[in-house]
């Protein structure tokens, strides 16, 4: 059975920094391509950023240049580097894979929260 398990996430104020990790098992994690999303009150779940199993990364515009995904194929781990961060930025954030048609199911998520 899959699991994803989020972590990391917390109050920050503008312009903080946070890491989140995401450990996924019961997959092949290395040839996996994985995603972190996040959804914020009242707004559908969006995709932020995706890394493929070779390394290459996409990102939303609105968070270009401030979050930086990565992964430890050793760990069966995706983390995401947030840093600059907004209080847009304010949501839950998932990890899954990039693609809606194979969505494992999703984990708790993690809360992280912009304000003074």
């Known amino acids: 059975q899959v699991q994803l398990v989020e972590a990391g996430g917390g109050l920050v104020q503008p312009g903080g920094s946070l890491r989140l990790s995401c450990a996924a098992s019961g997959i092949i994690f290395s040839i996996a391509h994985m995603a972190w999303y996040r959804q914020a009150p009242g707004k559908q779940r969006e995709l932020v950023a995706a890394?493929?199993?070779?390394?290459?990364?996409t990102y939303i515009d609105s968070v270009k240049a401030r979050f930086t995904i990565s992964r430890d194929n050793a760990k069966n781990t995706v983390y995401l580097q947030m840093n600059s961060l907004k209080p847009e930025d304010t949501a839950v954030y998932y990890c899954n894979v990039p693609v809606r048609t194979r969505w494992y199911d999703w984990g708790q998520g993690t809360q992280v929260t912009v304000s003074s």
């Open positions: 890394i493929t199993s070779g390394g290459s990364t």
